[in-house]
């Protein structure tokens, strides 16, 4: 089968019937077209792919701080709209990626670390100012691009603050005097934030802030808790791409919400109120990262409340609990997910 009739395929068998307006599908990358590196890379053609299918289903690809600002000045996104991130600034995202985005014409927020800027695989600062130039948004990722949640031995609480804010501050204030701008956008290197490293970035200046966890980014999102969806390994294709494309916000409150540092239960319990009125809760379902399941039960004196824990133990340094459920009325599927991290593993 030809590539052209698979994609053809693709689009009759995907499209939903219904896009809301007010949400955002993300996606984060890192390297392209480098099979050295499999878990965090795509191939070329994958990719072309990718852009492809967002062209042939109208979808309106945003900068990053697009999608911030209408999020924080209450202004609607475009129906079917999508954001294209990239994170660590490989070489690859300028010999494997430019050229295709410049060939669909779409814009991407690629998020560079500082410390690597210049080194074996990365782009250099030349790259860097030649990218701006062609209108890609450059946001912060750190200096050393640490494990932000990792104290150092006999860190006190205020000193480990300390030690990130000022790595934090060097990288923006790096990217201000390579590239003449201050970034507005942050993004969590590995993934990882707490309660009070979010509060830390907030009181940077930025306006916005990208996680690693997978979801639909909605009007009620936390502009510094932002989702998206991975795109390297066994994600890295267009299946994937086409299925999460496809998926609404399912917005959820935490019940007394801790933040995704797992104490000293494990599994952790995660109690949450569906707060969408168009899903099938009847179908909800839970997905653990490495488990075959976990325990759901609904609490019988709230209606849309849950309590969800995994069946064993989280393994690795992070996990996630992942909920999806069918919209009543045949809109698609809703997906919610939270990120638990051991920050001493």
């Not at 693709?10 to 099979?35: E, M, P």
């Not at 005097?177 to 940077?204: C, D, K, N, Q």
């Not at 997978?214 to 009620?220: E, F, L, P, Q, R």
């Not at 609404?248 to 949450?272: A, F, M, R, S």
Request: aromatic share 12%.
């Amino acid at each position: 089968m030809s590539r052209i009739v698979f994609l053809c395929l693709f689009l009759v068998l995907t499209v939903s019937s219904g896009f809301a307006d007010g949400q955002a599908n993300v996606f984060v990358y890192h390297r392209f077209g480098d099979s050295r590196f499999p878990s965090t890379n795509i191939p070329l053609n994958v990719f072309a792919d990718q852009l492809e299918l967002l062209k042939q289903k109208n979808y309106t690809v945003l900068a990053l701080g697009d999608i911030v600002t209408r999020l924080r000045e209450g202004r609607a996104l475009p129906s079917r709209c999508a954001a294209i991130t990239v994170d660590d600034a490989y070489r690859t995202f300028l010999t494997g990626a430019m050229p295709l985005l410049r060939r669909y014409g779409y814009p991407a927020t690629l998020f560079v670390s500082t410390g690597s800027v210049g080194g074996e695989n990365y782009l250099s600062w030349d790259d860097l100012r030649a990218l701006v130039e062609q209108g890609v948004e450059i946001g912060n990722h750190s200096a050393s691009h640490p494990y932000l949640l990792t104290r150092q031995r006999g860190e006190t609480a205020g000193a480990w603050l300390d030690r990130i804010r000022l790595d934090i501050q060097q990288a923006s204030q790096t990217i201000q005097h390579e590239l003449g701008r201050t970034p507005l956008l942050f993004a969590y290197p590995y993934g990882e934030y707490s309660p009070e490293i979010v509060e830390l970035v907030r009181e940077s200046g930025f306006s916005g802030a990208a996680a690693q966890f997978s979801g639909v980014v909605s009007a009620a999102a936390d502009p510094f808790v932002l989702p998206r969806f991975p795109m390297g390994g066994n994600y890295a294709t267009l299946a994937e791409f086409s299925e999460k494309l496809a998926m609404h916000p399912l917005d959820v409150q935490i019940i007394d919400d801790k933040g995704p540092v797992v104490g000293k239960d494990n599994p952790p319990e995660l109690v949450v109120d569906i707060l969408n009125r168009d899903v099938d809760l009847a179908q909800l379902r839970c997905f653990v990262q490495g488990q075959q399941g976990c325990f759901m039960v609904a609490d019988p004196s709230v209606p849309g409340r849950f309590r969800v824990r995994a069946q064993q133990p989280l393994d690795g340094r992070r996990s996630r609990y992942t909920l999806t459920a069918p919209g009543s009325k045949g809109q698609g599927w809703f997906w919610f997910s939270r990120l638990w991290i051991f920050p001493d593993r």
